[in-house]
């Protein structure tokens, strides 16, 4: 079983930073994958970023450079730091632990309750 506990949404301007903190507690095992996930209104759910089993990071275009994935030393929190905001991040952000057997398949996985981000101009 998994419990996630997300928080660190709020208000900033644009330049800003942020950073977003998941903390997964049960059963996950420390290399287990897991990411960052945002839906802005009128669009679907894309990913922002993923860090792999092995520890290695992913980063939708549109954020690479500007925010970093981590674990922390238990790897039971997972973050997101998030500089140089953007008006275009405002959004509702995610958290998934991805299941053992479904590898790369986040739908499949387990969700937080998101956290609103909104970056004014």
């Known amino acids: 079983q998994v419990q996630l506990v997300e928080s660190g949404g709020g208000l900033v301007q644009a330049g800003g930073s942020l950073r977003l903190s998941c903390a997964a507690s049960g059963s996950t095992a420390s290399n287990i994958a897991m990411g960052w996930y945002r839906q802005a209104p009128g669009k679907q759910r894309e990913l922002v970023a993923r860090?792999?089993?092995?520890?290695?990071?992913s980063y939708a275009d549109s954020v690479k450079g500007r925010f970093t994935i981590s674990r922390d030393n238990d790897k039971s929190t997972l973050y997101l730091q998030m500089n140089n905001l953007k008006p275009e991040d405002t959004a509702v952000y995610y958290c998934?632990?991805?299941?053992?057997?479904?590898?790369?398949?986040?739908?499949?996985?387990?969700w937080g309750q998101g956290t609103q981000v909104t970056v004014s101009s």
């Open positions: 998934n632990v991805e299941r053992r057997w479904a590898p790369a398949n986040p739908e499949l996985g387990y």
């Open positions: 860090i792999s089993s092995g520890g290695t990071t």
